[in-house]
Every structure is written in structure tokens, then in C-alpha cells.
């Protein structure tokens, strides 16, 4: 419970949106509504915390990986964000910079930053390009118009659209899903009910899910997940790239 993922689909939304709401049904942590009725998590001992919070511990994380390979102080900073973000959702990510210790000079579309980094900003004249990001939560199509102007490349995201569950969280919970109804199958209890057993499935569904690209087959191996009355139990389940590619068949047709 004390472990937070994907809190982006959190940052700047307000604990009724919908996407707070399916949330809530995915993850393991408390996800609650602050006093102004943001999305908030929570702690296992009650301690609460904002998005922005998590996510400055990410990017002060990120701020000291660049400051030991560049040997020197990192005080600015351009943070990328998806195309759809609202400007609460902007705010809460600059906001989360100013926390980590970062000044923020720019928030910028995150197809933007893919086209900068793929150097289309030098290639041809004035175009237009469709950027296709699957991300680590969300699944974004960007339609992008480079043009020059007073001898200067501009970017504008002229339309995007996407999928707010669609991204490796939600493979993931694919094999987890699978794991738990095979283990439940097994040996009679539901691990969906146990925080732990669900944070050991979620990092042994990930490694699953890498392995299965180059494997044809894998095992996931969790001594000790959990235990009842008869003693503690283990998890030991083959999964194979076909049993992987019909669980997620539906999420990339």
C-alpha cells in the first residue's frame, strides 16, 4: 500500500472524474479526496499525499541521475506532459518541478519532445506528422504541423486523441489478472484481497511481460505469497507469448 504507480492518471484531477474513479479499481494504495476534492493517495498508516508530491520524488530522483553524470548542479528543467492534459494538470506537473527543487521553464506536449528528439525539426520544409505514443499509462495519437516561421521551427499539436488505459499498466494487469485466477483456481484464495501479494504480482507481471519479447515462455515464481490456515502458500505459473498475446489481443487491435 505504500507503493505508487501511475499516479499520473492522477496529477490535477479532481477525485470524481472518471478516470479517478476507475482508478481506484487498479491499484493497490488508497486514492481519496482532499479538502478541495482533488485526488489524493494514501498511505497504510493514513498518511496522505498529493500527486505532485509523488512526482517530485520521481523527478528529484531524475534531477540527481543527471547531476551525477554531468558533474555539476541541475537548477532548470523542461517537463514534458501529454497532449491532453488540461491546465490544472499542467499547473500540478510545474508544480511538482517546483518541489523537486526544479525551476521550470516550459511544460511541452510530450509529441512534440518525440518529434524534437527524432530531429524533424531539420528534416524538409513545412509538414504535417502523425506521432503515436504508448506510454507507460496511456495511449496517445498526435496529428503535429512543423512550420517555419522568421526562420525559426514551429510545432503545433493541430488535433490529438487517445486512451487513458491503454498503456503498459494495463498489460500488466492483464497477467495479473491472469496470475490471480489461476493461483485462486489452485488454491482457493483470492490474492486480489492481499496488498503485498499484489505489489509482488504487479513487478513479477512486468518482468513477465519484458521476458515474453524475447522468450516464447517464462515463469513467475513467488514463493510465500501468501498463507491461511494450513501454512504459507507459493505461486508458480508458466505463462507463454501466446497466453500473453490473448490476454492483451483485445487492447491492440
Same mark, same amino acid.
Given at each position: 500500500?505504500?507503493?505508487?504507480?501511475?499516479? !499520473?492518471?492522477?496529477? %490535477?484531477?479532481?477525485?470524481?472524474?472518471?478516470?479517478?474513479?476507475?482508478?481506484?479499481?487498479?491499484?493497490?494504495?488508497?486514492?481519496?479526496?482532499?479538502?478541495?476534492?482533488?485526488?489524493?493517495?494514501?498511505?497504510?498508516?493514513?498518511? =496522505?499525499?498529493?500527486?505532485?508530491?509523488?512526482?517530485?520524488?520521481?523527478?528529484?530522483?531524475?534531477?540527481?541521475?543527471?547531476?551525477?553524470?554531468?558533474?555539476?548542479?541541475?537548477?532548470?528543467?523542461?517537463?514534458?506532459?501529454?497532449?491532453?492534459?488540461? *491546465?490544472?494538470?499542467?499547473?500540478?506537473?510545474?508544480? #511538482?518541478?517546483?518541489?523537486?527543487?526544479?525551476?521550470?521553464? =516550459?511544460?511541452?506536449?510530450?509529441?512534440?519532445?518525440?518529434?524534437?528528439? &527524432?530531429?524533424?525539426? !531539420?528534416?524538409? %520544409?513545412?509538414?504535417?506528422?502523425?506521432? &503515436? +505514443?504508448?506510454?507507460?499509462?496511456?495511449? *496517445?495519437?498526435?496529428?503535429?504541423?512543423?512550420?517555419?516561421? +522568421?526562420?525559426?521551427?514551429?510545432?503545433?499539436?493541430?488535433?490529438?486523441?487517445?486512451?487513458?488505459?491503454?498503456?503498459?499498466?494495463?498489460?500488466?494487469?492483464?497477467?495479473?489478472? &491472469?496470475?490471480?485466477?489461476?493461483?485462486?483456481?489452485?488454491?482457493?484464495?483470492?490474492?486480489? !484481497? *492481499?496488498?503485498?501479494?499484489?505489489?509482488?504480482?504487479?513487478?513479477?507481471?512486468?518482468?513477465?511481460?519484458?521476458?515474453?519479447?524475447?522468450?516464447?515462455?517464462?515463469?513467475?515464481?513467488?514463493?510465500?505469497?501468501?498463507?491461511?490456515?494450513?501454512?504459507?502458500?507459493?505461486?508458480?505459473?508458466?505463462?507463454? =507469448?501466446?497466453?500473453?498475446? #490473448?490476454?492483451?489481443?483485445?487492447?491492440?487491435?
Amino acid at each position: 500500500k505504500n507503493t505508487f504507480y501511475a499516479v !499520473k492518471r492522477l496529477i %490535477g484531477r479532481k477525485f470524481n472524474d472518471a478516470e479517478v474513479q476507475k482508478d481506484i479499481s487498479h491499484v493497490p494504495y488508497g486514492i481519496l479526496a482532499h479538502d478541495n476534492g482533488d485526488a489524493w493517495v494514501q498511505t497504510s498508516d493514513a498518511k =496522505r499525499m498529493a500527486p505532485q508530491e509523488i512526482s517530485a520524488r520521481v523527478l528529484e530522483k531524475m534531477k540527481k541521475t543527471a547531476e551525477d553524470f554531468l558533474g555539476e548542479k541541475v537548477t532548470e528543467a523542461v517537463i514534458t506532459v501529454p497532449a491532453y492534459f488540461n *491546465d490544472s494538470q499542467r499547473q500540478a506537473t510545474k508544480d #511538482a518541478g517546483r518541489i523537486a527543487g526544479l525551476d521550470v521553464k =516550459r511544460i511541452i506536449n510530450e509529441p512534440t519532445a518525440a518529434a524534437l528528439a &527524432y530531429g524533424l525539426d !531539420k528534416n524538409g %520544409g513545412d509538414r504535417k506528422i502523425a506521432v &503515436y +505514443d504508448l506510454g507507460g499509462g496511456t495511449f *496517445d495519437v498526435s496529428i503535429i504541423e512543423i512550420a517555419e516561421v +522568421d526562420g525559426e521551427k514551429q510545432f503545433e499539436v493541430l488535433a490529438t486523441n487517445g486512451d487513458t488505459f491503454l498503456g503498459g499498466e494495463d498489460f500488466d494487469n492483464r497477467v495479473i489478472e &491472469y496470475l490471480v485466477d489461476e493461483f485462486n483456481k489452485d488454491q482457493g484464495i483470492d490474492l486480489r !484481497k *492481499d496488498p503485498l501479494a499484489l505489489q509482488r504480482l504487479k513487478d513479477a507481471a512486468e518482468r513477465a511481460k519484458i521476458e515474453l519479447s524475447t522468450s516464447q515462455q517464462t515463469e513467475v515464481n513467488l514463493p510465500y505469497v501468501t498463507a491461511d490456515a494450513s501454512g504459507p502458500k507459493h505461486l508458480n505459473i508458466k505463462v507463454t =507469448r501466446a497466453k500473453l498475446e #490473448a490476454l492483451v489481443e483485445d487492447l491492440v487491435k
